[in-house]
Structure formats: C-alpha cells, structure tokens
C-alpha cells in the first residue's frame, strides 16, 4: 500500500517518543540500585500497576493483531482475545499471590526459592529468554507496520526506531520508566479506542465506503463467453480454468505484456464474470510484485465493503447512527466482502492470490471462517484447541507479565492490580471487536499486511485521530518491548551470571551487566522483526503463549501444588517443554512459508504445539521428580499452595 504522510501524524509521533524518552532520564535519576532498576523498588500503587499490566499486555498483537483478524476473519478473530482474556483467571486465581511471595526480581526467582538449583537457573533464564524473543518478534513488526504510513519510511526502519529506543528506555530507567510508560499509554489507548468506536457508530454503516476517507481499491470486472473468449479488447488467455494456479476458479490473462490472475464466477445467464484478484508474486531475486507492478507503482488502496445492507429486512445504501447492538444486527443481516488467500507456484515463484469472497454477515459472527467447525477434519480440530489452550494457559507463563509482581509491595497489592487489569483489558477487547469489524466494512483493509485495520479506521475518521491512534499504537509497541526487554536482562544478570555462574557482582554490577543485556537482546529483536514482515503480530504472539505455556506453567503449577516437585524435575519440565515446542513451531506449515516453501509440503500439519508440548512438560517433572526423590532434602520438600 502506498500512503501519504502527515505532518501533524509525524509531529505527534516524535512528542511521544520525546515524552517516553524524558519519563526515562527523569527516573533514571532515581534508578540507584538493583531493586529499583529489575522491581521499580516495589513500590508502584496497585492501581497504577493494574493498569500497567494493561498497557503491558495490550500489545501490539492486541491492537493491531487481533483487529486484523477480526477485519479479515470476523468471529474468529475475536477468539484471540477470548483466549488472552481467559488467561488472566489463571494468573488471578493460581499465580498472582504466590509469586508476590516467592519472587523477588525475576521469574526464575520464584522457581528456584525452595531448591538453589543451578539447574533450574539455567534452564528457567533460558526459557525466559527465549519467551521474550518469541514475543518481542510480533512487537517489533507491529512497529515496523506503523512506521511506513506514519513517517513514510521503510518498514525495517521502523524496526530500528524502536529497537534504538527501548533499549535508551531499559537502559536508563529499568522497570520504573517501563512502568509508567505502560501506564500511561494503556490509559490513553483506552480512552482514544472508545472514541474511534463511538464515532463508529455515529457513522453507521453504508454499501459505499468511498465517502468515509480513503478510497477503496476499484477491482476490474471482464465478461467472458462459455468458451472464455474475453470481450474485453487487448487481454488474452494465458491459462485456463484448470491451470496450475490449482483449483477451478482462477484464470490467467495477459494485456501489454503483464499478467494478471482474475477470478472466474459463473453467471446464471450463461458465460462468466471474471473480477480481477490481487496478486503478490515473490520473485526470484527476492522484489514483489503487486498486480504485475511494483508497490509504489500500484494502485493497492484500502479495500472491504459490505455488497448488501439490510435494515429490518429492507435493503438500504445506508444506516445512519446504530447502538451497539443494533450494530451487529445490520451486520448480520447484511453480505460482505472478504478475501480468501492461497498459494501458488508459477516459474519458480511463489504467487499469493488474494480473491473475493461474498458472505453472508451471519457467518462472520459466529465461529468458522478461519476455524472451520462444519466438517472440519481431525487436524483442524487439533489445531483449534492447541491454539486456545496455548492462550489460556501462556499469560500466567510470560515473563514480562510475572515480574510485574514483584513491583507492587504486598500480596494483596498483586491480587488487587490483577484484578484492575482484568476489568481494563476485558473491556479493551469489546472495543476490538468493534474496531475490526468496522475496518471490515469501512474499505481500510490492507489485505497484504491487516495489521494496520485499527489505524487505518482511525484515519477514515481524519487525520488527528489517525494520528493519535498510531501513536499511542506505537507507544504500545515501545511499553511491550521494554518490559520484555528488562524481563531479558534480568535473565542474563541477575539469573545467569550473578547466581548459576556465581560471579557474585555488586548491585552496581548488577544493574550494568541488566543495561548491557538489554542492548545486545535489542539487537537481536531489531534482526528477527525485520525477517518476520507481513505476518500477521497476534498470530505471532499466539507463538509465544505456546512456549511460554509449555515450558514455564507445567513447572509454576507444580511447583505450588505437588509437593515431591523436585529441582531437577522443574529443569526436566522446562528443557522439555521448550524444545518439543520450539521444534513443532520450526516445521509447521506457517514457518514453511517463511522459508519461502509451499505450506502443504511441510513435514507435520500443526501450527500450534500447546497440545503436544504441555502435556510432554508435565510428564517429564512428574516422571524425573519421581524418580529423583532421594535428592529431596526436608526443608526444601515441595511447595505450600
């Protein structure tokens, strides 16, 4: 897509970065030791921190993610956010408490409070790490999304903008400065959201979505005969119907030299109607080309529209003002236009074919568009549940989420903030549900990258509130980065080289091997962020949640509640868990595609591993605990729940 800058969007994105850099070296001032620097002295208010949490896990998978996949996807979408929410009960209810009361700076602290295990040191700062950098992927290319219609500049600039950033953030101020940046933007994003909605439903919705701001990309419509002789002058018959671009339906044709792929649709009165595809192709030489045309050359305009809008069962071109039930109502009884995808190879190139797909507004409020439920064979059902299972289970897992804990001075402090941020994230998620719908329908849709829908709404709306969006967005991705970042250095520090090596460093030494940690994690998110453009951030983040469930929840759990959980098997589970989820991750269809490889061809048909590498983690501590109880001094038996 090719967008115009603002210099109001750009104005209001360097205040921000200029306000989170000066909240850095404010209480970079006050950041004397290792306490303050990994905890923020344990200090912050509880409704403060609650809505910290808020801000911390409002990422950008939950703002421009899992709106992205509502637009694209609907009800499906959505299950993202149900599966985040969810999560939460398990970290109010069994975790929240407890680690308060083990912990002190780092995940690994609580683990390790009962054995002194170098084993579970390493393993426990590895898995930390490796979380973190699972999670810090989809951040980092949510901010490479944003960069290009803010500051019109590539994405793996942007990338580096908040790479270079976060790491001056971490590198200051620690967990201080991480907290009220959080704060602060998970207010605001709030606040700016039920404004986005509410001028949502003032508008209402329409069957020409030209009027509301950017116009939608005009696709051509040709007529063919029943024997595909196109009446249109200059365009020739490449392939057929049943051509190697696979399934019957798709038609490659040719005018002064370019191709184009066009879809095929039967019309009752004999012949067809072909209506014109988007199509990326990834050359060989490593360019894309966009309807047979550079990027910049294209005319790749936002798109998605409703086709028919009905009111009380009469068609109408426009609503006018809804509620929000009233809404949803027009929605369902209306037809709107997805897009399916599907991958093809012509000539050694890989093709991606974006093609229309008329639906009736009933089937995108209910599950089944990307979870298929009718008819859906053994692996899909498999991979359905993997996936939510990974997200019920990885929020009480994360890292950067479990030292927010230790920030808060008591136990009750961390039950109350976990509650704060129940009640904000969960009505964050309403909101989303609302925002990619209205992306959806609104013609702001950038099928190749639908990570921009919220944004996109936003401008729809005009320039400042675009602006504003895609700031606190941003401000969103730096609070994430930071907080994962300070969860990382804490791991390579405080977990690694203070307690497993025993080098046994001062608190000054302390805080500068966290800030040289921090920088060196930086430069590894800045890499992989840049490699994983275009996919989509909750879908990434989805990723995470399996690791961080697989390796550190079956150990948390246990720990708590199995009293002949022994040292070595809480390392056992870890390791397990980590490996069997990381190596399932590595060969599923969506990495087959990252490597530039058909997804059919991969070797296994799972893209979620939860299902296999939880309850592999589980049996590995319940199996080496077992078998290693003679380790088990008295005082250092299990775990009171």
């Given at each position: 897509m090719v967008y115009t800058q603002s210099p109001l969007a750009i104005g209001l994105f360097i205040a921000f970065v200029l306000f989170v850099l000066g909240l850095s070296f404010y209480l970079a001032r006050r950041t004397t030791s290792s306490d303050s620097y990994y905890a923020a002295g344990g200090n912050i208010h509880w409704f403060t921190n609650g809505i910290a949490f808020a801000g911390d896990y409002l990422s950008a998978a939950s703002f421009l993610g899992i709106c992205g996949m509502i637009a694209t996807a609907g009800y499906d979408g959505w299950m993202y956010a149900i599966g985040y929410l969810a999560g939460w009960m398990v970290a109010l209810f069994l975790v929240a408490e407890p680690m308060k009361r083990l912990g002190k700076y780092t995940f690994t602290d609580a683990l390790d409070s009962k054995f002194n295990s170098k084993g579970i040191q390493l393993m426990a700062a590895i898995s930390t790490l490796c979380v973190s950098v699972f999670y810090l992927i989809p951040q980092m290319v949510g901010a490479g999304v944003l960069v290009q219609p803010l500051l019109g500049l590539p994405h793996w600039v942007g990338v580096c903008i908040v790479g270079i950033v976060v790491t001056i953030i971490v590198a200051t101020a620690g967990m201080a400065s991480t907290t009220y940046v959080q704060f602060f933007k998970g207010a605001l994003l709030l606040i700016c959201s039920t404004i986005v909605v509410i001028a949502l439903f003032s508008r209402g919705l329409s069957t020409d979505p030209e009027g509301f701001g950017e116009k939608y990309h005009q696709f051509q419509t040709l007529t063919a005969s029943a024997s595909m002789e196109i009446s249109e002058p200059?365009?020739?018959?490449?392939?057929?119907?049943?051509?190697?671009?696979?399934?019957?339906?798709?038609?490659?044709?040719?005018?002064?030299?370019?191709?184009?792929?066009?879809?095929?649709?039967?019309?009752?009165?004999?012949?067809?109607?072909?209506?014109?595809?988007?199509?990326?192709?990834?050359?060989?030489?490593?360019?894309?080309?966009?309807?047979?045309?550079?990027?910049?050359?294209?005319?790749?305009?936002?798109?998605?529209?409703?086709?028919?809008?009905?009111?009380?069962?009469?068609?109408?071109?426009?609503?006018?003002?809804?509620?929000?039930?009233?809404?949803?109502?027009?929605?369902?009884?209306?037809?709107?236009?997805?897009?399916?995808?599907?991958?093809?190879?012509?000539?050694?190139?890989?093709?991606?074919?974006?093609?229309?797909?008329?639906?009736?507004?009933?089937?995108?409020?209910?599950?089944?568009?990307?979870?298929?439920?009718?008819?859906?064979?053994?692996?899909?059902?498999?991979?359905?549940?993997?996936?939510?299972?990974?997200?019920?289970?990885?929020?009480?897992?994360?890292?950067?989420?479990?030292?927010?804990?230790?920030?808060?001075?008591?136990?009750?402090?961390?039950?109350?903030?976990?509650?704060?941020?129940?009640?904000?994230?969960?009505?964050?998620?309403?909101?989303?549900?609302?925002?990619?719908?209205?992306?959806?329908?609104?013609?702001?849709?950038?099928?190749?990258?639908?990570?921009?829908?919220?944004?996109?709404?936003?401008?729809?709306?005009?320039?400042?509130?675009?602006?504003?969006?895609?700031?606190?967005?941003?401000?969103?991705?730096?609070?994430?980065?930071?907080?994962?970042?300070?969860?990382?250095?804490?791991?390579?520090?405080?977990?690694?080289?203070?307690?497993?090596?025993?080098?046994?460093?001062?608190?000054?030494?302390?805080?500068?091997?966290?800030?040289?940690?921090?920088?060196?994690?930086?430069?590894?998110?800045?890499?992989?962020?840049?490699?994983?453009?275009?996919?989509?951030?909750?879908?990434?983040?989805?990723?995470?949640?399996?690791?961080?469930?697989?390796?550190?929840?079956p150990a948390i759990l246990m720990l708590l509640f199995w009293k002949k959980t022994t040292a070595k098997g809480v390392a056992s589970s870890i390791g397990v868990g980590l490996v069997s989820a990381l190596g399932l991750i590595l060969v599923s269809p969506d990495m087959w595609v990252r490597y530039g490889l058909l997804p059919q061809d991969a070797p296994i048909a799972i893209n979620s591993p939860a299902l296999i590498s939880i309850p592999l983690s589980f049996l590995a501590l319940v199996v080496v605990s077992l078998m290693t109880q003679k380790d088990v001094v008295p005082e250092a038996e299990g775990a009171e729940a």
């Open positions: 200059g365009y020739t018959v490449v392939e057929g119907k049943d051509s190697n671009y696979g399934e019957a339906g798709f038609v490659k044709l040719t005018k002064d030299g370019v191709d184009s792929v066009w879809q095929v649709n039967e019309n009752p009165q004999g012949g067809y109607t072909l209506e014109e595809t988007l199509t990326v192709v990834a050359m060989a030489d490593g360019t894309k080309l966009y309807n047979g045309a550079p990027k910049e050359e294209g005319k790749l305009f936002p798109i998605g529209h409703i086709k028919e809008l009905k009111i009380d069962g009469q068609e109408v071109a426009q609503t006018g003002a809804l509620g929000p039930l009233s809404f949803l109502s027009a929605i369902k009884d209306s037809t709107i236009v997805l897009w399916g995808k599907k991958y093809i190879m012509d000539g050694g190139n890989k093709v991606t074919v974006f093609y229309q797909k008329p639906t009736p507004g009933a089937r995108v409020l209910r599950p089944g568009l990307k979870f298929k439920v009718d008819n859906a064979t053994g692996t899909q059902k498999f991979n359905f549940i993997s996936l939510m299972l990974a997200l019920f289970c990885g929020t009480a897992a994360l890292p950067h989420i479990l030292i927010r804990y230790y920030t808060v001075p008591s136990q009750a402090a961390a039950r109350k903030s976990t509650i704060v941020a129940i009640a904000a994230i969960g009505f964050f998620y309403v909101l989303t549900l609302y925002l990619g719908i209205g992306a959806m329908t609104n013609g702001v849709i950038n099928i190749t990258d639908n990570n921009m829908s919220a944004p996109l709404l936003a401008k729809s709306f005009g320039i400042v509130l675009f602006s504003v969006i895609s700031s606190l967005a941003f401000a969103t991705v730096l609070g994430t980065v930071s907080g994962l970042i300070v969860a990382s250095s804490g791991a390579v520090a405080h977990d690694l080289m203070d307690n497993f090596l025993g080098l046994k460093m001062t608190d000054k030494g302390k805080v500068t091997a966290g800030k040289i940690s921090a920088v060196v994690v930086g430069v590894i998110a800045i890499y992989l962020g840049i490699v994983f453009e275009g996919m989509n951030v909750s879908f990434l983040v989805g990723w995470a949640f399996a690791v961080a469930a697989s390796a550190n929840l």
